[in-house]
C-alpha cells in the first residue's frame, strides 16, 4: 500500500473532527434537534446531526485508499436516506426496503461467486446488522465507541492478514467514529442519529463479509468483535418478538437502556461497555489463526462475561423497581 493510505485515517478524522465543530456551533446546533419523549434516556434536547460528520469523515478517506464501490455506494444511500428519516421521519416500512435494497445490491456485487441463495441469506443478515446498530444508539458513547472498538479490532486484523487497502478502510472508520466519540461521551453534546447508526451498521457487516471473502478472518470473526451488540439486539429482538409485540416500535428494553433505567449513570454505563467491546474484540484476535479447540478457549471467556452480564442484568431487573428518571446530564 502506498505511503498515501497513512492519510486515509488522518483525514477521517480531521474532517469528522471539523465537520462537528460547524454541527456543534450556534447555527449547527439547531440542525435536527433530538426532542426528549417518553422512550428516551434523555432530558433536554440535543442535536442529531453527528452522523453526517462521521460518514464525511468515511467517505473522504475513500480518496486515499482504494474502497469497493459497492461499499461507498451503500453508505452514500444509507446516509443520504438516514437524513431525511432524521429529518421527516419516514414509515419504517420504506427505511426497511432500502435497507435491504442497498444490502442487497452490495452482496451481490461484492460476493457474485456465491450461489444466488447465499445472497439472500446474507442480504438479510446484513439487514439485521444495519438496523441492529441503530437500534443500540441510545446512551452518550456507546455507538461510537463500539466502533471504535470493533472497527479498529478489524484493521488489525486486516493489516495482519496482508490487506492493508481494508485495513486502512477499517482504521479510518473507527478515526472518524473517535472525532465523534469526543463530543458524544457522556455528558454527549450530539448524537449520530440515524445517519451516523445505520451507515456504520452497514460498513460493520460489509466489512466483515469482505473480510470473509477474501479468507482475512472466519465468518465468526465479525460477530465476535461486535457481540455486545450483536447479543443485545438479537435477544431483546426475539423477546419482544416472542410477546409478539410491534418490533419496530421505540422502545426501551435494551440491556444498557434497563441498566440506566436501574441508576447506572451514561458514564458508568459507557465504561462498562467498552470493557466488554475491549474483551470481546481482544478474544476474537487472538483466536485468529488457532486450532479450533484453542479459538474456543480464546473466545469462551468474553462470551461468559457477555452472557454473565446479561444474566445479571436480567435478575436486577426482576427484583428491583426502576428508576422513574434515568440520570442524565445531557
Not at 120 to 140: E, H, Q, R, V
Not at 251 to 265: E, K, N, P, V
Amino acid at each position: 500500500m502506498a505511503p498515501s493510505a497513512l492519510l486515509a485515517p488522518l483525514t477521517a478524522f480531521l474532517l469528522s473532527h471539523l465537520a462537528l465543530r460547524v454541527l456543534l456551533s450556534a447555527r449547527g446546533r439547531g440542525l435536527l434537534l433530538d426532542q426528549p419523549n417518553e422512550r428516551s434516556l434523555h432530558t433536554r434536547p440535543v442535536p442529531r446531526s453527528g452522523g453526517i460528520a462521521i460518514v464525511t469523515g468515511v467517505l473522504a478517506a475513500a480518496v486515499w485508499v482504494r474502497s469497493p464501490l459497492p461499499l461507498v455506494g451503500g453508505v452514500a444511500a444509507l446516509l443520504t436516506l438516514s437524513l431525511l428519516d432524521d429529518w421527516r421521519s419516514l414509515p419504517s416500512g420504506l427505511r426497511l426496503v432500502v435497507h435491504l435494497g442497498v444490502c442487497g445490491a452490495f452482496c451481490t456485487s461484492a460476493l457474485s461467486h456465491l450461489p444466488w441463495p447465499w445472497w439472500i441469506l446474507l442480504a438479510l443478515a446484513l439487514g439485521w446488522m444495519t438496523n441492529l446498530y441503530n437500534f443500540m444508539d441510545g446512551s452518550d458513547g456507546l455507538a461510537g465507541g463500539m466502533a471504535v472498538v470493533g472497527f479498529g479490532a478489524c484493521a488489525i486484523a486486516a493489516s495482519l492478514g496482508g490487506d492493508s487497502a481494508l485495513g486502512w478502510w477499517c482504521a479510518s472508520v473507527a478515526a472518524s467514529s473517535l472525532a465523534f466519540l469526543l463530543v458524544n461521551f457522556p455528558p454527549a453534546r450530539i448524537f449520530m442519529g440515524d445517519s451516523g447508526s445505520v451507515p456504520l451498521g452497514f460498513l460493520a457487516g460489509a466489512v466483515g463479509l469482505l473480510g470473509w471473502r477474501d479468507g482475512q478472518w472466519p465468518w465468526w470473526f465479525p460477530l465476535a468483535v461486535f457481540a455486545p451488540f450483536v447479543a443485545d439486539a438479537s435477544i431483546t429482538l426475539l423477546r419482544r418478538a416472542l410477546r409478539r409485540e410491534r418490533l419496530w416500535q421505540a422502545h426501551r428494553d435494551h440491556y444498557y437502556q434497563r441498566l440506566i433505567l436501574l441508576g447506572w449513570s451514561h458514564h458508568r454505563t459507557a465504561i462498562a461497555e467498552y470493557a466488554l467491546m475491549a474483551a470481546c474484540a481482544a478474544g476474537a484476535l487472538l483466536a485468529l489463526g488457532r486450532p479450533p479447540e484453542v479459538q474456543a478457549m480464546l473466545l469462551a471467556p468474553p462470551a461468559v462475561l457477555l452472557l454473565g452480564g446479561m444474566v445479571a442484568v436480567d435478575r436486577a431487573w426482576a427484583q428491583r423497581r426502576p428508576c422513574a428518571q434515568p440520570e442524565r446530564a445531557a
